[in-house]
Each structure stands twice: as structure tokens, then as C-alpha cells.
């Protein structure tokens, strides 16, 4: 009986390492077809050459590495940070619905992009161009700092901190709401740009802060994989194991803060990855947070990165906010998802 429970572990073990490979290749196709997606239609062989350093017209190098790589690669990134972020946050707050933007991640950032647009204030020293993503990261981090704290005083229990994110979501967006009351045509034009969720202005030395965040944080997820998985069996069983449940919470909301508000700084509000991807990677791979994790980290990369691409495709030659193609089109695609689950 036990060879035969060892057997179906290992065969488990095999097919979900054969998922995440998939996955990981799935995210490098949608990769290539975001970059050979655009107005300016480029082969792919014309693409990968330039990938490569091969010889191709000038203005195909600068469209490739210049225009389209950076938002190719900051798709992947955000996506996977966000879905890293939910992924984690479900578990620590076991709330199926739990995501970075559940405890006021999203109206917080908002909110600091508004007073860098609409009044103009910002961090002293920081320069223009990292003034609202600048503002943005702080809002975020600063809510959720303000949301451990809360919950640290009254016990810090999931319950609790989703109530006090609740009450934190709306009093940002009521004071985001307060400062679009007094803001200008122009400036309110661009804050709702920016709310939407856009790919279109990214640079590479943004591309290079969500890497450098994202390297720095997912080693501590990994290591904290097995913590999490028995704190799915619920707490009292995950401290009969050792785990520190407190801590566990607090470090984990930590780097969930980072990922989310690093995210959210960059592109503006987008919907439906923190939430959709961690659960997509769950039906595909179970609970197991040593694969689970990796897996929502690539899923997330990959329904980024098919949105970008839809956002260039839908319309033509109009560049959607990718933010509204992944609420558009991804949520009913979670449905679908989520109603074929239930049937099996």
C-alpha cells in the first residue's frame, strides 16, 4: 500500500514538474508574439535576428530592443509579480478571493499617482519622469505598512486584516475621488490613463527595478514554500508543525506589499492577474506551494503577456490599456475555469 502511495506521489511530482515546464514555454511563445506583434508588422525571423545580434535594417533593431522588448519583458514581470503576490496573500489570508488589490493596493497607488498629477506633490529629489510611479510605490507600500500595523494591534488574524484592507480600499478611493474633484481636464485625462493599466510608456530602467524586486523576493517565497503548504491544512495543524503563523503572515504580507505596489507603480491598475492566475495554477498543479508557487509565477507571466498582446489586436490600430483587456477578457475566461472545475 505504501509502494503504491509513494508510486502516485512520484507520478504527481513528475507531471507537475512537466506543467511548469510548459508553462515556462508557453510564456516564452507569448513572449516572441507579443514582439513580432504591432503596427509595424515584423517577421519573426526578421524579429529573432535582431534578438540575436544578427544583421537587420536599423529600424528594426530599434523597434525590437527600443519599443517592443521592454513592454514584452515588463509584461512577463508584472504579471508574474502579481500573480506571486495573490498567490501568497490567498494563503496567508485563506481567502480564495484574497488579492494584492482585496487590501486597498490599487486605490492606495492610485491615490499617490493623483497628487503627483493633480497637485504636483511628490518625494523631494526624485526626478520627473519617477515622480508618479515614484508617489504610486509609496501610497502602496505606506497602505499596507498602515494595514500590518492595524492588524498587529488587534491580532493580526486574516479575518481582521480583510476587514481593515476593506475599510482602507474605500477610504482611498473616496480621497482619490476628492482630488479628481478639484483636478484640471488635462491632468484628469492622464490619471485616468494611468487607472486604466498601460504598457505604452514603459522604459528599461523600470524593466530592470520589477527584476531586480522580483529576484529579491522570490527566493524568500520559495524558501517559505513548505510553511505555506501546512498552513493550508489550516493553523492550529501548521503550528503543531512549527510554523511561526504570525511571522509567517507578516513577512509574507511584506513581500507581497513590495511585489504589488512595485507593480501597480510601474503600470498603473491591472486587474484579474493577482486573483485568476494563483487559482489557474491550483486547478493545474494542487496545493503544493513548492510547485504551486513557481506556477502561479508563470502563469501570471503568461496572461500578462497574451493580454499585451490582445491589447494591440483587438482594436486595430488603436493600443488598448492593457488593464482593461485583462479585466475584459480574462475574468470570463476564470468563469469558464472555475465552472469546469466544479463539474469535476
Do not use: C
Not at 485568476?276 to 503568461?302: D, K, Q, Y
Amino acid at each position: 500500500m505504501s509502494g503504491q502511495v509513494l508510486e502516485r506521489y512520484h507520478r504527481q511530482s513528475r507531471r507537475n514538474a512537466m506543467l511548469v515546464a510548459l508553462l515556462a514555454v508557453a510564456a516564452l511563445v507569448a513572449l516572441l508574439l507579443d514582439l513580432v506583434t504591432g503596427p509595424a508588422g515584423l517577421p519573426l525571423a526578421d524579429t529573432l535576428r535582431a534578438l540575436s545580434g544578427g544583421e537587420v535594417a536599423r529600424g528594426t533593431q530599434v523597434i525590437v530592443w527600443d519599443v517592443r522588448l521592454p513592454v514584452a519583458v515588463m509584461a512577463l514581470l508584472v504579471g508574474a509579480a502579481l500573480a506571486l503576490a495573490g498567490a501568497e496573500m490567498q494563503t496567508v489570508l485563506e481567502n480564495p478571493l484574497a488579492e494584492p488589490f482585496t487590501l486597498g493596493v490599487s486605490s492606495s497607488a492610485a491615490l499617490g499617482a493623483a497628487v503627483a498629477i493633480v497637485l504636483g506633490l511628490t518625494l523631494p529629489g526624485l526626478p520627473p519622469v519617477w515622480s508618479v510611479s515614484g508617489n504610486a510605490f509609496l501610497f502602496a507600500l505606506g497602505a499596507l505598512g498602515l494595514l500590518q500595523l492595524l492588524g498587529r494591534i488587534r491580532g493580526g488574524g486574516p479575518e481582521v486584516l480583510i476587514l481593515f484592507g476593506v475599510a482602507l480600499n474605500f477610504t482611498a478611493a473616496a480621497l482619490l475621488s476628492l482630488v479628481q474633484f478639484v483636478a484640471s481636464a488635462d491632468a484628469l485625462q492622464q490619471l485616468v490613463f494611468w487607472t486604466m493599466g498601460s504598457l505604452a510608456a514603459v522604459q528599461w530602467p523600470g524593466v530592470a527595478m520589477i527584476a531586480i524586486i522580483l529576484a529579491a523576493t522570490v527566493p524568500f517565497s520559495l524558501r517559505a514554500a513548505w510553511k505555506l503548504t501546512a498552513l493550508r491544512l489550516g493553523e492550529d495543524q501548521a503550528r503543531s508543525f512549527g510554523v511561526d503563523v504570525a511571522g509567517l503572515r507578516r513577512w509574507t504580507l511584506l513581500r507581497v506589499s513590495i511585489l504589488a505596489a512595485a507593480a501597480v507603480s510601474m503600470v498603473g491598475v491591472i486587474g484579474f492577474v493577482g486573483l485568476a492566475g494563483p487559482h489557474i495554477a491550483r486547478m493545474l498543479v494542487g496545493e503544493n506551494h513548492r510547485v504551486f508557487l513557481p506556477a502561479s509565477l508563470l502563469t501570471g507571466a503568461l496572461v500578462m503577456s497574451l493580454a499585451s498582446t490582445l491589447s494591440k489586436t483587438l482594436v486595430p490600430g488603436v493600443l488598448l490599456p492593457v488593464g482593461l483587456v485583462t479585466s475584459l477578457i480574462g475574468l470570463p475566461i476564470f468563469f469558464a475555469l472555475i465552472l469546469r472545475g466544479r463539474r469535476r
